[in-house]
């Protein structure tokens, strides 16, 4: 029997083998056939005959079996061309041109100026010695340099390295002679080395960009050398010691390793010169000991800077591979395997271990295939698959870079699991749980490394699996599902219907473009929008930009087309319902794509399917999906012509009576997925009746509505889960109960408006009417006594808890809708309202459960904790998001109280005899200590807070209402009347955008109401007037009586303010008929962009602005109008009054506009009009607001440096005085003070320059005295003035009696003072000052106005009550008499003062 080869057989053990067989005569295991040519055909075969053979193995089929289709393949060379189709033909001949002309137009030649010419050398043979291999092996051996180099290489390494012997032999001997010197001196010996070299070792004449630069080099290596020469021994080595000294150890190094490079004769000898060794050995006796600290502290710094370089050091250390080391042996009879190459088998050994310790240097992240953070540390094994061929072959995991790079791959398996890595990675970043651990922000990054776009190429991939991927890490990206649950909880809050779009709330400023152009000539903002690139609209907007790259209409194509799995299906759903959040215009598009929502309602909403076969169904399509419904809900959010449009063109209709008629147990699907299906019908259905549309379809389900509401009464479930989709049920069931009422209770006024229109537009009336739902109400009732005995119960508690605040909503509008109604009955109505308060009310005000819910105010507020609602993700601006946590669930703090407050409000308006039994729950402590916090709080306002933030702001203001109603009749609530007042100041400028009605309400009721404004009744204005009578003199009005007189007006002033307020009209009727729920007029529960609150903080100054704004005065003071609209001065007045009821006894509601804000809108006065602030009760309430915002307090907090609201700067505005001043301001003291303040000394120079500079006329009306000066004079004064220019304005400005006492005496004082302490210093200074002072003091001396000569020279200290503003010297101190005298060469003696003149 013939034995089988074996690998280590020769090819002459083969042949002799082949020949015993054919010997033998034994069969063949092969057998060979004849196959036709398929390119060829049969015939083409047969003429052929047997001319190839083809060798077959038994037992293996023809046709290779199916596996996963590969992409087809494309041609190498075709890939490289890349074509467009607009290129000119004759352009791409002339780039492939290959003619020889084409290659010698591109000859550039080289620059050999500055290479130096070298002859060959002389030799006897006619033609190079030819190597040869056999020859150069063992002479190579020890002469060729190490390194990955060739063979070849190294045989020419080493010829030239035997050719080099003589001139190391020669070097040897010299360079043996310093090898028992100290390290100082063999530097020495070193340079001398270098010398004998032959030429410089750092020097390499590169950079000196002249042609003979070798020459150059030379001539300086021989300067050096003649400097060495000069020096010394003992110089050199102490020059050596500084140089030790100064540079780095690691330049010493490289130094020492050129040197060695250049002679290795003479590392030979003496061996490499290690730093180490050179440290540890002692230094000669002159060495200082600051060189040796210097040298450890370089030491020290360098052990920490070369902890991070230790293991890539050792990584380079490590020898290379052996034959031992390789997996395979190589055999001696295996082709070119003779000669092992280690370096290119390096490959093929173990990876090295990862970094054992922590480093200081960034690392590149890396993550699993499960989005985790891999550290750099952690030593994972390679059957994980998590090891690549990449830079870091020895770290496991995927870069975000590599992933990117591995998406766009040919193979599918890559493809997939690219995409599918970067979904859990923006998972796991949505959830912030990188935060910690990276540098950074993941998202920012991906998003601006086009990761959309990557995603959107994805979508479009003909594989499945990396389709279905790309949708998961596009749900990944755009939804959050926290922010989802949470919305869907606080559905049944009140006005929980309406959210705000997720629109970025920062937008790039695109007028800059346009500034200067007219108006027809500026692009719209349509014409914009379509110029921008894709790029451009997504990093601005990540849903707009998916929306511009037709995403909508592949995410159809796969929908409609591909059928994916019911992973892929819900993934879609869920980012189709986040694209409807964005905005109307978003949902509109997903109404107006092409078939999507037709597929979506015939393929996930059928009206009839056949029961599912298992928990898990393969294939969601025929089947009800829950998230359908929810889509629908959404776009009906949107608008009510979208809703209107779902019901009557999409069939949604039929799709509402089939889910809302069936009960969920008899809908043949899974128990949960049956309850939210039900639930989203509910929820949808509500929506559809806040417009008071589907009005139909509730009177012809009203028997099973009725069912499911007395059904309610009782839930049960058979796990928590369940039961809480259960009462998510019943909650929605009573918000559509809720609409339904608040429709029917419209009908008899639309029914009057349609009878009076006359032609004119008006809603018509709706389908149902107040006998509808009549009859709910006392099931209702019913229910909600149910829930509140269910309190007492702790296992029912929970449950109650959450039904509560639906049940509440859902009284409260019935009995506000029934007050209007025709069939009203006052008695009954009282008698119902009594019995209600008393049964329900009283006790669940009273209850344990309320008492814990109003105790948790404080601590869950977003108001008293504004850092509370940081999101714990990563946000990003252009994809905004709630930041929401799975903490917040139904039963939130906010609901239940927000709804009881709601229905007592709406019950007080009804039966007033019943508001004071409300008053325990605003006098229990907790309350109180809420609203005491809410005064100072101001939380910022985004995406992440707003949605919560509103909601707070509807119980805040349901308590204020209360508050005001109980004031008056009860004792105890009017104690703390001043504490209401204060939380309605601050709840004003704080409410968002879509709550205009309770800004209206809270200024039309509470904010200039009388009844909290208790300081006017106590004596409070004459106490006002006592603390300013040392303020005062005769020409200032009396603050009481200013303060009793705005008090009076207080209806006068709310009438203003209102009037001011006028254009907000449209957004105030907007938020009105959605509060007080007519339906009919609602046309969105998407409420206006979140862009901060609806009105600016410094509200109270709004009557100045307009007027302002209105005047349209100039940057130069000059009016554009004749006179003061109609109405201005009163109107000034009740604004000026309101600002100063603020600043006595409502500082809080102003401690949000910066001190210089309101100086600089006060000073409106005096830009409005030329003769405004002359009038008598606009100057005396500004003279009051005046002197209290220059109180010494408010003072030092006034700074003219950073620039007011709405204000480039503070000069800007004070150069529009100035130019006011000198037209119109006839020198009056209140508009001379508005111009002193910020010519006070500590604010900038450049104002007083502008006063003394360019306005110096000015002085001539500033009459403003000493005494009628509100702040200190040593404002002015002190410091000393350091400005030379302005003191020389200073000085021509008195010289020239530009500046008089009579005329301007503050600004006198203050020239004096500056000039005096100047002229007389004695600091050292620069030349120039030094200079000025001299010329200055000399000039001084020889003034020819004594008086003026008197005060410069003996001026004192400032004195503001004194007749001159400063006290002066009886004559010169002898300092100053000898400065004097130096300078200007004549004796002053003491008491002599003949040429000083009296004073």
């Known amino acids: 029997m013939l034995r089988r080869p074996k690998p280590t057989d020769s090819e002459a053990d083969l042949l002799r083998e082949q020949q015993e067989l054919l010997a033998a005569g034994g069969q063949s295991t092969v057998a060979v056939v004849k196959r036709p040519d398929k390119r060829r055909g049969d015939a083409d075969a047969q003429e052929r005959g047997n001319n190839r053979d083809v060798v077959t193995i038994e037992d293996l089929p023809d046709e290779l079996p199916t596996l996963t289709p590969a992409p087809p393949k494309k041609s190498r060379f075709k890939q490289e061309r890349v074509r467009f189709e607009d290129e000119d033909p004759e352009v791409r001949i002339d780039r492939h041109d290959t003619h020889i002309s084409a290659v010698l137009s591109r000859i550039i030649e080289r620059d050999t100026s500055a290479v130096p010419v070298s002859l060959p050398c002389i030799t006897g043979a006619a033609f190079p010695k030819v190597l040869h291999r056999s020859v150069m092996e063992s002479e190579g051996q020890g002469k060729a340099p190490k390194g990955r180099k060739s063979i070849f290489a190294r045989q020419i390494a080493a010829q030239r390295a035997k050719k080099e012997d003589v001139s190391e032999t020669s070097d040897r001997s010299s360079a043996s002679r310093h090898v028992s010197f100290s390290p100082l001196e063999n530097m020495e010996t070193e340079s001398d080395a270098m010398g004998r070299v032959g030429g410089p070792v750092l020097l390499t004449g590169q950079g000196l960009g002249i042609a003979n630069s070798a020459m150059e080099t030379m001539k300086i290596h021989v300067e050096n050398q003649a400097k060495l020469q000069a020096m010394s021994q003992s110089e050199i080595i102490e020059e050596q010691k500084k140089l030790l000294a100064q540079l780095d150890p690691r330049l010493v190094d490289f130094v020492r390793s050129r040197k060695a490079q250049r002679t290795p004769g003479s590392e030979s000898a003496s061996g490499p010169v290690r730093r180490e060794d050179f440290l540890n050995e002692s230094l000669p006796n002159s060495a200082s000991p600051q060189l040796d600290h210097t040298i450890k502290a370089q030491e020290s710094q360098r052990d920490t800077m070369e902890d991070d370089e230790e293991d890539e ?121 990188y935060i910690s651990s990276l540098k950074g922000s993941v998202l920012s990054s991906l998003l601006d490394a086009g990761v959309l776009f990557l995603l959107r190429f994805s979508l479009d991939d003909n594989v499945e699996g ?76 990540v849903v707009k930009g998916f929306l511009k790259m037709q995403g909508l209409s592949r995410l159809r194509y796969i929908l409609e087309v591909v059928r994916p799995s019911p992973r892929v299906v819900l993934d879609i759903l869920e980012v189709l319902i986040r694209i409807a959040r964005h905005s109307t215009a978003a949902a509109t598009q997903i109404l107006n794509c092409p078939r999507l929502m037709n597929t979506v309602i015939s393929e996930f909403l059928p009206c009839s399917w056949a029961p599912a076969t298992s928990q898990a169904p393969s294939s969601l399509y025929g089947l009800p999906v829950a998230l359908a419904m929810k889509l629908l809900r959404v776009l009906a959010s949107a608008g009510r012509h979208a809703c209107a449009r779902i019901l009557n063109s999409l069939g949604g209709k039929e799709v509402l009576s089939r889910f809302v008629a069936v009960e969920p147990s008899e809908m043949l699907m899974e128990a949960g997925e049956a309850l939210r299906c039900s639930t989203e019908a509910l929820r949808l259905f509500a929506v559809a009746a806040s417009y008071g549309q589907a009005c139909n379809l509730y009177t012809d389900l009203y028997p099973v509505l009725v069912r499911k509401l007395q059904a309610g009464n009782r839930p049960c479930a058979s796990s928590e889960a369940v039961l809480l989709l259960e009462l998510d049920r019943i909650r929605a069931l009573l918000v559509l109960l809720t609409q339904v009422t608040q429709t029917a209770g419209c009908h008899e006024e639309l029914q009057r408006d349609l009878v009076s229109a006359q032609g004119t537009e008006c809603p018509p009336p709706p389908l149902v009417v107040w006998s509808h739902v009549m009859g709910l109400q006392p099931t209702v009732i019913s229910s909600l006594k149910g829930c509140v005995r269910a309190l007492d119960g702790p296992a029912q508690m929970s449950s109650a808890l959450i039904l509560l605040p639906s049940h509440l909503l859902y009284v409260e509008a019935y009995y506000s809708q029934l007050c209007v109604q025709s069939s009203f009955q006052p008695v009954q109505c009282l008698q119902e309202l009594e019995s209600l308060t008393s049964d329900v009310l009283l006790p669940l005000i009273s209850s344990q459960a309320m008492q814990n819910i109003t105790s948790s105010f404080r601590s869950s507020s977003v108001i008293c904790n504004p850092g509370m609602r940081a999101a714990g993700g990563e946000v990003v601006s252009s994809l905004p998001g709630l930041g929401c946590s799975r903490m917040e669930t139904p039963s939130s703090p906010l609901s239940l109280p927000t709804a009881l407050l709601y229905l007592l409000n709406t019950i007080s308006s009804i039966h007033k005899g019943l508001i004071k039994k409300f008053s325990p729950l605003i006098l229990s402590d907790s309350v109180l200590s809420y609203l005491r916090f809410c005064i100072g709080g101001m939380p910022s306002v985004s995406h992440t807070s707003a949605w919560i933030l509103r909601h707070e702001h509807h119980l805040l203001y349901l308590l204020l209402r209360l508050s005001h109603k109980l004031v008056p009749v009860d004792p105890e609530v009017a104690k703390h009347a001043t504490l209401f007042h204060q939380v309605s100041l601050a709840l004003v400028p704080c409410l968002l955008p879509g709550s205009e009605y309770l800004a209206h309400e809270l200024m039309s009721v509470m904010t200039f109401s009388h009844s909290l404004l208790p300081e006017g009744v106590r004596g409070d204005p004459e106490v006002a007037a006592l603390a300013e009578l040392q303020l005062e003199d005769r020409t200032s009005p009396a603050i009481g009586a200013l303060l009793r007189d705005a008090l009076q007006q207080l209806p006068s002033i709310r009438g203003c303010y209102l009037t001011h307020l006028s254009h907000m009209e449209p957004s105030v009727l907007s938020s009105r008929d959605r509060y007080l729920g007519r339906t009919p007029f609602v046309s969105s529960h998407l409420l206006p962009e979140l862009t901060g609150p609806s009105l600016p903080s410094d509200w109270p100054f709004l009557p100045l602005i307009s007027l302002y704004e209105r005047m349209g005065l100039s940057a130069g003071g000059e009016h554009q109008v004749e006179s003061l609209p109609a109405g201005s001065v009163q109107s000034i007045t009740h604004c000026l009054q309101w600002l100063l009821i603020l600043e006595s006894w409502r500082k809080q509601a102003l401690a949000a506009v910066p001190p210089v804000a309101k100086l600089a809108r006060l000073a409106c006065v005096f830009l409005c009009s030329s003769d405004l602030f002359l009038e008598r009760p606009v100057q005396e309430l500004t003279w009051a607001l005046f002197r209290r915002l220059t109180r010494p307090a408010q003072l030092e907090a006034l700074d003219l440096g950073s620039p007011p609201p709405g204000l480039a700067s503070f000069h800007d505005l004070y150069s529009a005085l100035l130019a006011q001043y000198e037209a119109v301001s006839f020198g009056d003291p209140l508009f001379g003070c508005f111009m002193l303040l910020p010519l006070q000394r500590r604010y900038s120079v450049t104002m007083r320059l502008a006063v003394f500079g360019e306005h110096v006329g000015m002085l001539r009306s500033l009459g403003v005295s000493l005494q009628q000066l509100p702040f200190p004079l040593e404002k002015f004064t002190s410091p000393v003035e350091d400005s030379l220019p302005l003191l020389k304005l200073y000085f021509r400005a008195l010289v020239t009696g530009a500046l008089k006492m009579n005329w301007c005496p503050v600004l006198y004082v203050v020239a004096v003072a500056h000039l005096n302490a100047f002229i007389f210093s004695q600091d050292a200074v620069a030349e120039e000052v030094e200079a000025a002072r001299r010329s200055l003091l000399r000039k001084t001396y020889y003034l020819t106005d004594e008086v003026l000569k008197n005060h410069l020279l003996l001026f004192q200290l400032p004195q503001q009550n004194s007749e001159l503003g400063f006290s002066t010297y009886e004559q010169l101190p002898p300092i100053r008499a000898r400065r004097l005298e130096s300078i200007v060469g004549t004796e002053v003696k003491g008491g002599e003062r003949c040429w000083l003149g009296s004073h």
């Open 466 to 541: 990396v389709m279905s991927a790309a949708v998961h890490a596009l749900r990944a990206l755009l939804v959050s599902s926290d922010d989802e649950e949470c919305l869907d909880n606080a559905f049944s809050w009140l006005l929980g219907m309406a959210t705000f779009p997720l629109l970025p709330t920062t937008q790039e400023d695109e007028e800059e473009d346009d500034e200067g152009l007219d108006e027809t000539m500026k692009e719209t903002a349509k014409e914009k929008e379509e110029k921008k690139t894709d790029h451009d609209v997504a990093r601005q907007d």
């Open 313 to 433: 050091n050792q990584l380079a250390a490590q020898p290379p591979i052996t034959k031992e080391e390789l997996p395979i042996r190589p055999q001696k009879e295996w082709l070119h395997m003779d000669k092992v190459e280690p370096e290119k088998l390096e490959w093929t050994r173990d990876l090295h271990a990862p970094r054992k310790q922590s480093t200081k240097k960034a690392m590149q992240a890396r993550f699993d295939f499960s989005g985790t953070l891999i550290p750099p540390t952690e030593d994972l094994p390679t059957h994980l698959g998590l090891h690549h061929h990449g830079e870091e072959p020895e770290l496991a995991g995927y870069s975000l870079q590599e992933l990117f790079l591995l998406s766009r791959s040919q193979l599918n398996q890559q493809r997939n699991l690219a995409v599918s890595t970067l979904a859990n990675v923006l998972a796991k970043a949505r959830a912030g749980e």
